[in-house]
Protein backbone atom coordinates (compact mmCIF):
# COMPACT_ATOMS: atom_id res chain seq x y z
CA UNK A 1 0.00 0.00 0.00
CA UNK A 2 1.22 3.58 -1.01
CA UNK A 3 1.94 5.80 1.41
CA UNK A 4 3.09 9.77 1.27
CA UNK A 5 3.64 11.50 4.38
CA UNK A 6 4.19 14.87 3.58
CA UNK A 7 5.26 17.52 6.91
CA UNK A 8 6.89 20.90 7.37
CA UNK A 9 4.50 23.57 6.06
CA UNK A 10 3.70 26.62 8.19
CA UNK A 11 2.84 30.44 8.30
CA UNK A 12 6.06 31.89 7.07
CA UNK A 13 6.75 36.00 6.12
CA UNK A 14 7.62 37.11 2.41
CA UNK A 15 11.56 36.10 2.02
CA UNK A 16 11.35 33.42 4.42
CA UNK A 17 12.31 29.68 4.36
CA UNK A 18 10.58 26.18 4.92
CA UNK A 19 12.24 22.81 4.24
CA UNK A 20 9.19 20.02 3.23
CA UNK A 21 9.73 16.49 3.85
CA UNK A 22 7.45 13.66 2.59
CA UNK A 23 8.15 10.21 3.90
CA UNK A 24 7.06 7.09 1.74
CA UNK A 25 6.52 4.20 1.84
CA UNK A 26 5.06 0.70 -0.10
CA UNK A 27 7.05 0.73 -3.51
CA UNK A 28 10.95 1.46 -4.54
CA UNK A 29 11.35 4.91 -3.99
CA UNK A 30 14.95 4.25 -4.90
CA UNK A 31 13.87 3.54 -8.79
CA UNK A 32 11.16 6.22 -9.23
CA UNK A 33 11.08 9.76 -10.77
CA UNK A 34 9.70 12.12 -7.65
CA UNK A 35 8.36 15.41 -7.90
CA UNK A 36 6.63 18.28 -5.75
CA UNK A 37 3.16 19.54 -6.82
CA UNK A 38 0.87 22.27 -5.02
CA UNK A 39 -2.21 23.28 -5.57
CA UNK A 40 -3.67 26.44 -4.71
CA UNK A 41 -7.05 27.70 -3.37
CA UNK A 42 -9.39 27.46 -6.57
CA UNK A 43 -6.55 25.75 -9.31
CA UNK A 44 -5.35 23.31 -10.86
CA UNK A 45 -2.75 21.08 -9.04
CA UNK A 46 0.04 21.96 -10.33
CA UNK A 47 4.00 20.03 -10.76
CA UNK A 48 6.61 22.50 -9.36
CA UNK A 49 9.99 20.39 -8.72
CA UNK A 50 10.83 16.89 -10.38
CA UNK A 51 13.98 14.89 -9.25
CA UNK A 52 14.91 11.62 -11.53
CA UNK A 53 16.16 8.50 -10.03
CA UNK A 54 19.69 9.77 -10.58
CA UNK A 55 18.63 12.58 -8.91
CA UNK A 56 18.83 15.01 -12.08
CA UNK A 57 16.40 18.17 -10.42
CA UNK A 58 14.23 20.13 -12.71
CA UNK A 59 11.88 23.08 -11.54
CA UNK A 60 9.74 24.98 -12.56
CA UNK A 61 10.56 28.53 -13.99
CA UNK A 62 8.17 30.44 -10.75
CA UNK A 63 10.48 29.04 -8.66
CA UNK A 64 14.08 28.88 -10.34
CA UNK A 65 16.85 30.39 -7.82
CA UNK A 66 14.43 29.66 -4.57
CA UNK A 67 13.28 26.00 -4.67
CA UNK A 68 15.90 22.98 -4.13
CA UNK A 69 14.38 19.56 -4.72
CA UNK A 70 16.48 16.29 -3.22
CA UNK A 71 15.80 13.11 -2.16
CA UNK A 72 17.29 10.37 0.20
CA UNK A 73 16.63 6.89 -1.30
CA UNK A 74 17.97 5.33 2.06
CA UNK A 75 15.22 6.73 3.72
CA UNK A 76 12.80 6.55 0.91
CA UNK A 77 11.98 10.82 1.66
CA UNK A 78 12.11 13.61 -0.71
CA UNK A 79 12.53 17.07 0.30
CA UNK A 80 11.80 20.35 -1.34
CA UNK A 81 13.59 23.52 0.54
CA UNK A 82 11.60 26.31 -0.32
CA UNK A 83 13.18 30.25 0.05
CA UNK A 84 12.57 33.53 -0.86
CA UNK A 85 8.88 32.52 -0.50
CA UNK A 86 6.33 34.49 -2.12
CA UNK A 87 2.76 34.96 -1.44
CA UNK A 88 1.61 33.45 -4.68
CA UNK A 89 3.70 30.32 -3.36
CA UNK A 90 0.77 29.44 -0.99
CA UNK A 91 -0.43 26.70 -1.22
CA UNK A 92 -0.74 22.62 -0.46
CA UNK A 93 2.19 20.68 -1.66
CA UNK A 94 1.99 17.19 -2.24
CA UNK A 95 4.75 14.53 -2.80
CA UNK A 96 3.97 12.01 -5.27
CA UNK A 97 5.75 9.85 -8.41
CA UNK A 98 6.32 11.15 -11.85
CA UNK A 99 3.64 11.08 -12.92
CA UNK A 100 0.82 10.88 -10.28
CA UNK A 101 -0.08 7.69 -9.19
CA UNK A 102 -3.56 7.05 -7.82
CA UNK A 103 -2.25 7.80 -3.90
CA UNK A 104 -1.87 11.08 -2.59
CA UNK A 105 -1.07 12.07 1.07
CA UNK A 106 -2.56 14.82 2.51
CA UNK A 107 -0.70 17.21 1.80
CA UNK A 108 1.46 20.22 3.82
CA UNK A 109 -0.25 23.35 3.77
CA UNK A 110 2.33 26.48 3.30
CA UNK A 111 0.85 30.27 3.58
CA UNK A 112 3.04 32.51 2.93
CA UNK A 113 1.81 36.23 4.21
CA UNK A 114 2.77 39.62 6.49
Known amino acids: QVQLVESGGGLVQPGGSLRLSCVTS????????MGWYRQAPGKQRELVAS???????NVQDSVKGRFTISRDNAKSTLYLQMDSLRPEDTAVYYC????????WGQGTQVIVST
Open 96 to 103: NTIPGGRS
Open 26 to 33: GFIFAIKP
Open 51 to 57: ISREAKA
